[in-house]
């Protein structure tokens, strides 16, 4: 009874710290042009740290090879300066978009940024064995995995998530 008892708990242990959970996409539809409009709110990244990187998205069927990367910090108000992926060793930097870092300080802080990026982006992303993040600020950088061959994170299932919705008729 013991035994089974642990065994149990640890499964409930490890499904409530999976990365595959989180948050499902927002599907809209602009009420201006009627486009389609998927949504996915930032996901931390891998990370042994507090004070760590996350991932979101949204995508406009007006536009559709056009994505806007929501680059944030968890756990830091920190304005962020840019942004760099290396996916499977090609290096690709963020163009960031007009306006400032958004702060959000209630129950976690939290710093976003968006950048515009190519759609391909994303699905070079989800389809790669090796992604990573660097994030740059006024006072130095911070880098996390979204995937690295073993180790995923949520946003990497989010990006997932998101494609599928943006892919959905």
């Known amino acids: 009874m013991f035994k089974t008892l642990i065994t149990l708990s640890f499964a409930l242990l490890l499904t409530a710290c999976s990365n595959k959970s989180g948050l499902s996409p927002t599907v809209s539809t602009s009420g201006f042009d009627n486009a389609k409009i ?60 007009k306006g400032i870092t958004d702060f959000n300080s209630s129950s976690v802080k939290q710093s976003v940024k968006s950048f515009s990026t190519k759609l391909s982006v994303i699905r070079d992303i989800v389809n790669s064995e090796k992604t990573w993040i660097r994030v740059s600020t006024p006072t130095g950088s911070m880098e996390n995995a979204i995937i690295d061959g073993e180790t995923d994170s949520k946003a990497f299932y989010a990006l997932q998530r998101f494609l599928l919705a943006v892919d959905s008729k």
């Open 38 to 97: 998927v949504t996915i709110t930032p996901h931390g990244n891998a990370s042994d740290s507090m004070i760590a990187t996350g991932i979101g998205a949204q995508w406009n069927s007006a536009t559709p090879d056009l994505v806007l990367l929501q680059v944030a910090i968890f756990n830091d108000i920190s304005a962020i300066t840019g942004a760099e992926l290396n996916i499977d060793g090609n290096k690709i930097k963020l163009y960031t978009t």
